[in-house]
């Protein structure tokens, strides 16, 4: 069965530290990735996405994410986090098994500390 | 332009009772998903429709749970009867299409049976 796994559930930093949030994906054919956000009171929102060509792809606020096909994998990253980067952040995998259908992962609980 | 909308936001029952959620999606988009968010947890896909017809159902419990999608634009998600275990926050996402495209959230509804 497909899966996303996403390596740490609870992370925190400092203001102006690096972040790398992994993820790790199960499926052997063509995906399109999703990172999703959800900030304190608020609905999921996309941050970023891979359909296609390069795989190094920048989203909203400073977010970038690396698709490696050969490791399964679609890490998340900011050279410098803000305090206002406290949020949940969800890896998705969208895989087309009869239908396409997306899969998230557990999450990941981000902590930056001012 | 208008985001999902999700009623109601709370909903607190006892087990074995019934309750249902209802989801209005963004204007012209063709799929609907059903989401189950238990607390720790990433998104568990129940259902998604394409216009009124299920895509897929395959983790929707069916002996407890049903959903509709008349007319290919509101969704009712019913839980009849509920157990303890069914307490999580019930997301309703809709997307343009199924494929390769990103997925629009509601605020969704927290659900507690005790």
Do not use: M
Request: charged share 20%; proline share 4%; net charge positive.
């Amino acid at each position: 069965a497909q899966s996303v796994s996403q390596h740490n559930h609870h992370v925190i930093l400092s203001e102006a530290a690096s972040l790398e949030l992994g993820c790790n994906y199960s499926y052997g054919g063509t995906v399109n990735l999703f990172w999703y956000v959800q900030y304190p009171g608020q609905h999921l929102q996309l941050l970023l996405k891979y359909f296609s060509g390069d795989p190094l792809v920048k989203g909203i606020k400073g977010f970038e994410a690396e698709f490696i096909k050969s490791k399964f994998s679609f890490n998340l990253r900011k050279p410098s986090v803000q305090w206002s980067d406290t949020a949940e952040y969800f890896c998705a995998v969208n895989v087309n098994t009869g239908g396409f259908k997306t899969i998230f992962g557990a999450g990941t609980r981000l902590f930056v500390k001012a | 332009e208008a985001g999902v909308a999700q009623s109601p936001r709370y909903k607190i029952i006892e087990k074995r009772q019934s309750v249902a959620f209802w989801c209005n999606p963004i204007s012209g988009h063709a799929t609907l998903y059903w989401y189950q968010q238990i607390l720790g947890q990433g998104p568990k896909l129940l259902i998604q429709f394409q216009n009124n017809g299920v895509v897929d159902d395959s983790q929707l419990p069916k002996d407890r749970f049903s959903a509709e999608r008349l007319k290919g634009v509101d969704s009712t998600l019913k839980i009849q009867p509920a157990k303890l275990e069914d307490s999580a926050v019930y997301l309703c996402a809709s997307s343009f299409q199924d494929r390769v495209t990103e997925a629009f959230f509601g605020q969704g509804t927290r659900l507690t049976v005790v």
